[in-house]
């Protein structure tokens, strides 16, 4: 037993693990060698690499059981710049020195079982040589499990806790292990990284992590050796990685790769010797972020003298810009910002002193201010707005920048709040907007780095809140919710919460804009409060009783907030009983928008919008543009992992048929991150009030008094509140809103009262002239910073990595003008004097932009920069030189400039990709290096030289034969240089303006390596040159100046420029412009052009026929048409080669043999209205069928294989097809090109321009516009001839020609060429019918175009196919004219079309579109439909879209049809008016009344309330009568108000018609038996009566005066009857409370209930002779309530609990009525 137990021990014994934590004894010095060196590049080998490398010995000793000391000898430090691995390490000796200093004191570290605790450094050391002692350091941190060989856990390191696996590789035969681990850098719970600039960059937390744009990973291996008295860590090596991969490419990406290797070298013994200095705690492990913020990634400054080299760095910056050196300036810019960051605040003001008074050093020094954002400018900038050192437009510029740039700290934000209170912020309303939001925004960016917001920095916010509320200032809630929107803290929700009606009660009567603002600021408290706010957005939108508008805020809110598939199915669901159509149409296209998505952000959303819209009513999508919209534009690229969405939110207001909120936005999607990149909304509010008469006194009229007394009669009508025109706006950057507005009448007369000193708008302009007449000389620039977006994280050197994006904008201009008046201006100036004045201005205007980005990768500290710098540039610079004069009297214009004399760079972009090396101690000698190698390996370079010369880097290109590209030309106006599989591109674009002594070029340089990989990201790291420039030409004679002229009216034929000999005058007296028109032709050089204009062409074709009938048909075509005589088969391709103008044979379709002895050619169309198809078979036949057979045939077709017929060929009053006469259609079409071929015959020009340049031994050169038109009743003509002015007999021309050859075509051509002749286009669009439905045809032909036509349309072509899948059109490959494109859309319903597009080879088709607008149609009223011989319908199409924003209102008989379209029954009580239509504004401008005649029940009487008239128009012995304030009119002649009240009255058809559109009523006709009623536009939402409230809200039609809806169309019309007295008038009915006569239980109990609404009953003393049944809600109280109907008109709101139908009383006898005598 005893021997049993003694193996088991000593078993137990061999098999425990050896602890393998490194050992370090007492009394010994470990002597270690020390090797690390980080390197940033491409993974290909050849390309430029920049790095670093550090060599030293490490000496490490025990000095306690836990504390160590670590000593650094011989630090080295080398960069590296070149090409890797065959460039070598580049010593930097003074860099080392600095280092070594550092080094020179020893550190101490706690170390215990492999695990490095606090570490101790000299007080003066510098964090940088701390971190890199770290990563020393960080080599120790070992984790040994004594109980496994392979295991995982989140260990601690330099980059902060993550995920660690170590493998244990244990050789106990020779004492030694081997230990690996490796760390997935991107799976860290607290992970060691700061971010600057990216607060406004959301990430998405439910993303999949598998995708990442950065990864990351180290590597480390120990060799261990190990015995009785512990382990001994002989070597160790480590290697880190970061792939960045800006387009998720995974072949593609740049990389940050470090490694270390520490290795034992000597073990010494050594005396515990005590430390002399004095070491602080430095923390942990973790790396420790300080000064990498301070340095932007620009060049390193040595800072010696702070004050002095700010000083002479703005200098610098001034005198760059001075001598237009852009690039320079804006360099010198971000020095200078980066030295603000470091001065104290003394030495800012010490500056300003210097320069506060010099205008442009003024200007520079507070753009810096704004953007060094450090706690010292922040304080500077607060200081001199409250000493008011700034002035109001310099304020307003520098305060947005300055909250948008300042870093958000404790100090930062004590300074912010003190803005809030500053005196001379809170006179201007501008500032404090600006200041309150920029607040907000700083408390947003603050909060979001910590886990609990302070109170007391959202406590100003509440302030304003709280004081804005008591004092009822709705601009100061608007700014306090916006604020707090901008700050985004869900404490702010209780306070919100106040101004929504639906928590808080007292907040309905604050104004509907407040309600909106309310909804807006939860939207960004749902990033971190999400469940809370879709509770509060879900109930205000289920909250019938607040404004549509608001509802629709509140879903936009919700559907940020990301519901769950519940909620959107709730919300789905309420939309089936939603009474609003506004809200229901918005919420189903938000709806359908996000189901179509493919944002991965946004695919639970997108999955449960696609299950909601299943739920609701397709009704929904086919509401008209009346209706509120979401349009939603965007599109993912999950292989890139980028993408953008652009959404714009259409709310449409009840009062208003346009929308009245519209907010657009853009977002922006990348690597899993969200942007909101800009927001802009526009609200508007009684817009319309603006554009009609607002100088009538409607109160001081007889309506208004009436309309008054008349509501006391109308039970709970009340008029609509009033509405001020007011425009509001708000713009929002990165999510945050910067600035909005609110302009209303005050505004505008504010702002002009302070810009000008006067509200009048003459005494304005005339202020303004004579501001421009003083001149204008000024110079201004404008520096920004963009944007800087910076992410750090440590790499295991101990150094950091940076990813950072830099930008600066330059805008500016210098401007010289001058502007001169004749005659001077009167004192009673009036603004039609400007239209009899000579305006001559000279002007010099120098308007440049820049902008600079910079973006790093790589090594940034205050000491050394290493990495990888890709800059782009963007230059526009120009000069406007001229002097204009403008004689408006006289329609003239005339400008001259100089001539080109000097090459100007218009537009240039450039990019390049650098491997940069600096540091401190050698700041002005920079290593910069190409990232592509100037010199390949196996291949002879050459310098290149540029066909056209220009400024830039030096760009090389392989000579050898074997890359030159095969087809590489060169031209004279297109000059090509281009290698294939090389690293150089380089392509020139000129276009000269000989005549202009001109020419522009466009080039494009380019040099990147899709050699080695064809990615993105090797095309970018080149260099890239892309530029316009504008160059003088030579020419004969030197040119003095560039002149454009431009002549309308009678005198232009005047200013044509004759370069050729007029030869002698006729000896006849010509007219006034017979004697030039005979020269006009010679002088545009078209008399070819028009040579043949009276000939005509007869073609013969051959026909089967099965009737007797000429062989040949005779048309007129003329020879500037391209199209056959035919419109109706549209067969007549180009023949290919043909010279337009010459006879081509025209193919002419076929009719199918066997098929009718009806049958005729295709050329022409049948009377009998025949419906042919397009689809042919090989032997050309189409085949028509009759309209007989529409519905057996067509019916079968597809919409593709119908054909177009013109109108002009349906005309039932013509006929088409004679056997003995020509067709009728050629004879439509000659009469039409019968008219003089050249308008010059018979017309003068009405415009004539002329650019010229003027020489100084030579006659003018350039180029001449002559534009004629002849406008008759039916046609219209207008031509337009471009000719150079050159001279020579062959000159270039450009002839364009369009008419209006009927009420039914247009066509128009385009030729250009030597004489027009070279090329041509032409078209036409035509109305007539496709199929059974009135369509429009557009059709395009072309003979010949140039190459780069064809070129851009093969390119457009290519993606047709993929666009019209994409949008849901259906596509069929079909063989048609090579030269020719038609599209057909038929409009098939009010609200859908039919679509076909035919192409050369492609016919793409779809049905059932839906339109915009409604057009009243009906297949049975097509013919009906067709304008007729004397109506233009291309001059109606306007008027056909006006007619979908007005309203109308008909009653013929018992159909009522309303405002908004809809359409009841009800039949009138005999002698009782009804309100037909009124205004229900606070205005009261007009009444429409309607009754029965008891005589008559067939005819009305209507009686009209407007200004102070009272209309009557009524039937009495079968003849219309009209009374006017009670005295008889005649209706034979027109009636005309006296007064100021435009009124019309006047005789149509068989009625009359009034017309007041100064009151709101566009027309009203009456006949006796029919009204309708046509309200302007601007009366939408404020009419009410039985027409309606028009504001197409369908579902609310039925509004009693009191609001509430009523059960049928009979309550309905019953309730706006005006009651009368009983006594004296002839309607014997009024509306009561009555209860129910059923025995009713309620809750179980016996009850009686009392109607909810007053029901028609007869007056006291009075029996119903007739009554119709009614439902009505009944309010219900017990049986034994005192509640007593007797002598109530009205019950106060009650719930309603019973729904019951009751008797209406429509007709009473009155035989027992008693009245008083």
């Known amino acids: 037993m005893k021997g049993l137990i003694l193996a088991l021990v000593l078993a137990f014994v061999e098999g425990q693990k050896q602890d393998l934590e490194p050992i370090f004894h007492t009394g010994k010095t470990y002597l270690y060698g020390y090797e690390s060196f980080i390197l940033h590049g491409l993974p290909n080998r050849g390309l430029a690499t920049a790095g670093m490398r550090l060599t030293c010995k490490v000496e490490i000793s025990r000095v306690s059981h836990s504390d160590h000391l670590l000593q650094i000898q011989s630090p080295k430090l080398e960069e590296y710049n070149g090409f890797w691995p065959t460039d070598p390490f580049t010593p930097s000796l003074r860099l080392t020195q600095t280092i070594s200093a550092c080094f020179s004191q020893a550190f101490k570290f706690e170390y215990t079982e492999g695990r490095v605790g606090s570490i101790f450094a000299p007080e003066d050391c510098p964090i940088l040589c701390t971190n890199l002692v770290r990563g020393i350091l960080n080599m120790m941190q070992i984790t040994i499990k004594k109980s496994q060989n392979v295991y995982e856990l989140q260990e601690a390191g330099i980059e902060g806790i993550c995920h660690t696996r170590y493998i244990i590789q244990d050789d106990s035969k020779n004492n030694r292990a081997t230990i690996s681990k490796s760390k997935d850098l991107m799976d860290c719970q607290e992970k060691a990284v700061k971010n600057m600039g990216m607060a406004h960059i959301r990430p998405c937390p439910t993303c999949t992590l598998k995708v990442r744009n950065v990864k990351g990973v180290v590597v480390f291996t120990y060799q261990m050796k190990y015995n009785d008295s512990g382990a001994l860590m002989t070597s160790a090596t480590s290697k880190q990685v970061y792939h960045i991969s800006p387009f998720n490419e995974a072949n593609a990406a740049a990389t940050m790769e470090a490694r270390q290797e520490l290795s034992l070298i000597d073990i010494k013994e050594s005396l515990n010797s005590a430390i002399k200095t004095q070491l602080q705690n430095q923390g942990s492990l973790r790396y420790h972020f300080s000064g990498e913020l301070l340095q932007m990634p620009i060049p390193l400054v040595r800072i010696a003298n702070p004050d002095l080299q700010l000083t002479e760095t703005l200098q610098q910056v001034v005198q760059h810009n001075k001598a237009g050196e852009t690039k320079e300036a804006s360099a010198k810019f971000l020095q200078m910002v980066q030295l603000l960051r470091i001065v104290t605040l003394d030495q800012i003001e010490f500056s300003w002193v210097q320069f506060a008074h010099n205008h442009p050093y003024r200007h520079w020094f507070l753009s810096a201010i704004c953007a060094a954002g450090a706690t010292d400018t922040f304080r500077f900038l607060k200081q001199k707005i409250h000493d008011e050192k700034l002035n109001i437009w310099e304020a307003t510029v520098a305060l947005p920048f300055a909250f948008h740039f300042v870093t958000p700290n404790k100090q930062t934000l004590e300074i912010a709040s003190t803005f809030l209170t500053c005196p001379q912020i809170q006179k201007v309303a501008m500032h404090q907007i600006i200041v309150y939001l920029g607040y907000g925004s700083m408390v947003n960016k603050y909060c979001a780095q910590i886990s609990l917001c302070p109170n007391e920095l959202l406590q ?51 104004p509907n804009r407040i309600h909106v603002d309310a909804v807006l600021a939860l939207r960004k408290i749902s990033r971190k409060h999400p469940a809370k706010v879709k509770e509060i957005s879900l109930q205000v939108f289920l909250d019938h009783t607040l404004a549509p508008n608001v509802r629709m805020v509140a879903c936009v809110v919700l559907f940020e907030a990301k519901p769950a598939l ?252 001058g502007v001169h008046v004749s005659p001077p201006l009167s004192d009673n100036f009036r603004p039609s004097q400007l239209l009899e004045a000579n305006v001559d201005i000279h002007a010099d205007i120098k308007p440049k932009a820049y902008f600079h980005m910079i973006a790093m990768m790589g090594i940034n500290t205050q000491y050394f920069q290493s990495g990888l710098e890709f800059h782009a540039e963007f230059s526009a610079n120009t000069t406007m030189k001229f002097d204009a004069k403008i004689n408006i009297k006289e329609k003239n214009l005339k400008i001259e400039a100089l001539p080109c004399n000097q090459e100007v760079e218009l537009i240039a972009v450039r990019s390049g990709v650098y491997a940069i090396s600096r540091n401190m101690e050698e700041a002005d000698t920079e290593k910069k290096s190409r990232l592509l190698p100037m010199e390949v390996p196996s291949t002879s370079d050459q310098p290149f030289q540029s066909p056209e010369r220009s400024s830039g880097s030096e760009w090389k290109q392989s000579n050898n034969p074997s890359v030159r590209s095969k087809g590489c030309q060169q031209g004279s106006e297109e000059r090509h240089h281009c290698s294939v599989r090389g690293r150089l591109y380089t392509r020139t674009f000129c276009r000269k303006f000989e005549s202009l002594g001109c020419s522009a070029c466009f080039s494009l340089k380019s040099q990147h390596s899709p050699f080695l990989r064809n990615t993105y990201l090797q095309k970018l790291i080149g260099e890239l040159e892309g530029k316009i420039v504008l160059k003088p030409v030579q020419t004969d004679a030197d040119i003095d100046k560039i002149e454009l002229e431009i002549q309308a009216g009678p005198k232009a034929a005047s200013k044509i420029i004759d370069v050729a000999s007029s030869g002698s005058k006729e000896e006849e007296e010509p007219s006034p412009y017979e004697d030039i028109q005979a020269k006009l032709k010679k002088i545009l050089g078209i008399g070819n052009v028009f040579k043949v204009t009276n000939k005509t062409w007869h073609h013969r074709r051959r026909v089967h026929r099965t009737e007797k009938s000429p062989d040949t048909d005779r048309w007129t075509e003329p020879s500037a048409s391209l199209f056959s005589s035919s419109y109706s088969s549209s067969t007549a391709p180009f023949a290919d080669g043909k010279e337009p103008g010459n006879e081509h044979t025209i193919k002419h379709s076929r009719m199918k043999r066997g098929s009718s002895s009806r049958s005729r050619s295709s050329s022409v169309s049948s009377a009998s209205s025949k419906v042919c198809s397009s689809s042919e078979d090989h032997s050309g036949d189409r085949h028509c069928s009759g309209d007989s057979e529409h519905s057996s045939d067509q019916a079968n077709l597809p919409v593709y294989k119908f054909w177009f017929k013109p109108a002009d060929e349906q005309d039932p009053g013509r006929e088409v097809l004679n056997s003995s006469s020509p067709s009728a259609s050629g004879e439509g079409i000659s009469r039409a090109m019968s008219q003089p071929k050249f308008l010059g015959d018979s017309k003068p020009p009405v415009l004539a321009a002329i650019l010229r340049a003027i020489h100084r031994n030579k006659q003018p050169t350039g180029l001449q516009l002559v534009l004629y038109t002849d406008s008759q009743p039916m046609r219209s003509r207008m031509q337009v001839f471009v000719s150079s002015i050159t001279g020579s007999s062959s000159r270039w021309k450009l002839c364009a020609d369009a008419s209006l050859i009927n009420s039914h075509k247009v066509s128009g051509s385009l030729k250009w060429g030597e004489d027009c002749k070279d090329y041509q286009i032409a078209t036409q669009i035509a109305t007539g019918r496709f199929a059974a439905y009135p369509a429009t045809q557009t059709k395009l032909e072309w003979a010949k175009v140039p190459s780069t036509v064809r070129t851009a349309a093969g390119w457009f072509y290519s993606f047709v196919p993929e666009a019209a899948y994409v949008l849901g059109y259906s596509q069929k490959q079909q063989r048609s004219h090579t030269h020719q494109a038609t599209l057909v859309m038929a409009l098939t319903s009010p609200r859908t079309c039919d679509v076909v597009l035919r192409l050369p080879e492609l016919t793409i088709y779809n049905r059932a579109i839906r339109l915009p607008l409604l057009f009243h149609s009906s297949p049975g009223m097509l013919t009906s439909m067709l304008p007729s011989a004397d109506q233009n319908i291309f001059s109606q199409a306007t008027l056909l879209i006006a007619e979908n924003f007005k309203a109308r209102c008909s009653v013929f008989q018992n159909v009522i049809t309303t405002f908004n379209g809809v359409e009841f029954n009800y039949s009138m009580p005999a002698n009782c008016y009804h309100i037909l239509v009124q205004d229900c504004s606070p205005e009261l401008k007009f009444l429409v009344m309607m009754k029965i005649p008891e005589e008559s029940s067939d005819l009305t009487a209507i009686n009209i309330r407007v200004a102070s008239y009272e209309v009557d128009m009524y039937v009495s012995n079968g003849l219309i009568q009209l009374k006017v304030n009670g005295v008889q009119a005649s209706t034979d002649v027109p009636y005309r108000s006296n007064s100021d009240a435009s009124i019309l009255i006047s005789r149509e058809k068989e009625g009359l018609s009034l017309k007041a559109p100064d009151y709101g009523i566009d027309k009203l006709y009456y006949d006796g038996h029919r009204l309708e009623i046509q309200v302007a536009f601007w009366m939408a939402g404020k009419t009410c009566g039985i027409c309606g409230k028009y504001d197409a809200e369908n579902e609310r039609e039925f509004q009693m005066p009191s609001g509430y809806l009523a059960k049928d169309a009979v309550s309905f019309g019953q309730s706006w009857i005006i009651s009368e007295d009983p006594c004296t008038g002839a309607c014997k009915l009024q509306r009561k409370l009555v209860n129910t006569e059923k025995p009713v239980t309620f809750e179980k109990k016996a009850a009686k209930c009392l109607s909810v609404e007053p029901v028609l009953q007869c007056v006291e003393g009075c029996r119903a002779t007739r009554a119709v049944p009614v439902s009505v809600g009944f309010h219900c109280v017990p049986a034994d309530s005192a509640l007593n109907l007797e002598g109530q008109m009205k019950l106060d709101r009650k719930s309603e609990d019973v729904v019951s139908r009751v008797p209406a009383h429509t007709a009473c006898s009155c035989e027992q009525q008693t009245c008083p005598a």
């Open 460 to 510: 100003p916010l509440h302030d304003l809140a709280t004081e804005a509320t008591s004092k009822g200032d709705a601009k100061g809630m608007s700014l306090a919710l916006k604020a707090i929107g901008n700050a985004g803290e869900p404490a702010s929700i209780k306070r919100i919460l106040k101004f929504l009606p639906t928590f808080s009660p007292a907040a309905a009567s604050l």
């Open 566 to 817: 519940p909620t959107v199915t709730a919300l789905a669901i309420s939309l089936l009983k939603e009474p609003s159509l506004q809200v229901a149409s918005f919420t189903y296209s938000h709806m359908k928008a996000l189901a179509a998505g493919r944002i991965p952000q946004l695919y639970s959303l997108s999955a449960a919008c696609n299950i909601a819209i299943k739920l609701l009513s397709p009704r929904l999508d086919r509401l008209s543009y009346r209706y509120s919209k979401v349009i939603h534009v965007g599109d993912y690229s999950s292989e890139y992992q980028a993408g953008a969405i652009w959404r714009v939110y259409l709310m449409n207001s009840p009062s208003s048929v346009i929308p009245s909120d519209i907010i657009t936005k853009v977002r922006g999607y990348y690597a899993n991150t969200a942007t909101d990149i800009i927001e802009v909304a526009l609200r508007s509010q009684s817009l319309t009030d603006l554009i009609r008469k607002q100088n009538i006194s409607f109160a001081q009229h007889d309506t208004y008094k009436t309309l008054k007394e008349l509501s006391k009669t109308l039970l709970g009508w009340k008029e609509l509140p009033p509405e001020d025109p007011l425009v509001s706006a708000y713009v929002k950057v990165l999510g945050q809103e910067i600035a909005f507005a609110d302009i209303d009448k005050d505004v505008i007369q504010q702002t002009m009262l302070s810009l000008t000193g006067s509200t009048n708008w003459q005494a304005v302009v005339k202020k303004a002239v004579e501001e421009v007449q003083r001149g204008i000389s000024s110079q201004w620039t404008l520096p920004a910073m963009v944007g800087e977006l910076r992410h750090i994280v440590p790499t295991v050197v101990g150094v950091p990595l940076e990813l950072s994006l830099c930008g600066v904008a330059l805008s500016g201009a210098a401007a010289d003008v």
